[in-house]
């Protein structure tokens, strides 16, 4: 149900997701000590290809990390396996990538 | 001499694969009584129809494990005043295995896995090579050395609750004889070993929960061995990387 190849998967990305959390974490506080108005905030962020790149990589790295968190819960506790705990891996990959991507695009692009 | 308590009140699970109920034996109390002692007196003395399974009645074997108010224990090491809820006792099959009848497991699901983790012997050498040197001192030799004491009881399969929610996993007692093999100079089979503990029942499915470790009679750690397993596994990944 999780062979090396997922847990790898799952380990590098709690690896790209550590840095970034802590990231992520500091830009909130700054932002919100600032007094940063939501205008402020887009103005700093559309049409920077490292805000694009920074919470990319983090959408990307929560889709594939999560996806494989749900998929072992799912199997343990629901009990569902084979080809439809691959599917409902797949979707959750795929759901939360689409939800994060149209996300940090709203806020990067120019 | 009796205890405080002159009779125990012991529930026996009763039945077969097709199901069963806990039935109610009034068993007399003694100093230094066993788990075991009671199964045996129930079936010596109220019911001989009762099965169960028992050989050295030491700690050596490994076949008497049974669920006791809930905990897996080897029943002939396991001394009723230490376990007993005042003076009641529930003792079942082990978990996470299917039952011939009572109190025996059956152990089929638990042995096939040894074989499915590779957690047997490859032999190097032949009967007419030297005896092979082995080093005390050496860490592989030591890592090996800390899980060789395993009894096959099954404690610790019962224990794992990752077992109980993925019937696919090999489980502790599977994967630290596979860690003691891969450690040991004497085997041939690592690259096996770490392919058969990789694949979708593997080593990776492990939550590092520890019951394997808190339970192990024996005083054993399998959860350190299959996080051993995992660490290889991905520095196998890292040194095939550097030899390409």
Known sequence: MLDFRLYMAQRLTALIMAPLVLGHIAVMIYAIQGGLSSAEILGRTQGSLFWLLFYGLFVLAVSIHAAIGIRVIVHEWAGLKGAALSALTWATGLGLLAMGARAVWAVTAA | ?244
């Open chain 2, 1 to 244: 001499m009796t205890t405080k308590a002159e009779v125990l009140e012991v529930s026996v699970w009763r039945g077969s694969a097709d199901g069963g109920a806990l039935e109610t034996f009034e068993v007399p109390a003694r100093e230094s009584q066993t788990v075991l002692d009671v199964v045996s007196w129930i079936q010596q003395f109220a019911d001989p129809t009762l099965t169960y399974r028992y050989a050295c009645r030491v700690g050596m074997c490994g076949s008497c494990a049974m669920m006791v108010n809930g905990t897996p224990r080897w029943t002939c090491r396991t001394h009723v005043q230490k376990v007993a809820e005042g003076n009641s006792l529930r003792i079942e099959p082990l978990r996470n295995l299917p039952v011939i009848k009572d109190l025996a497991a059956d152990m089929d699901p638990f042995f096939d896995k040894w074989v499915e983790a590779e957690a047997v012997h490859h032999p190097t050498g032949t009967r007419h090579d030297p005896i092979a040197h082995v080093d005390a001192d050496s860490g592989a030799r030591q890592a090996a050395d800390a899980g060789i004491e395993c009894i096959n009881c099954a404690v610790c399969y019962a224990a794992c609750d990752t077992v109980a929610g993925n019937a696919d996993y090999l489980g502790p007692a599977a994967l630290q004889r596979a860690w003691t093999l891969l450690n040991d100079t004497r085997d041939g089979g690592g690259a096996s070993i770490l392919d058969a503990v990789s694949g979708g029942g593997g080593c990776h499915n492990c939550h590092s929960m520890g019951s394997c470790t808190q339970y192990c009679p024996n005083e054993l750690d399998p959860m350190s061995a299959i996080a051993g397993l995992k660490r290889e596994t991905v520095r196998r990944v890292f040194r095939r990387r550097r030899d390409a």
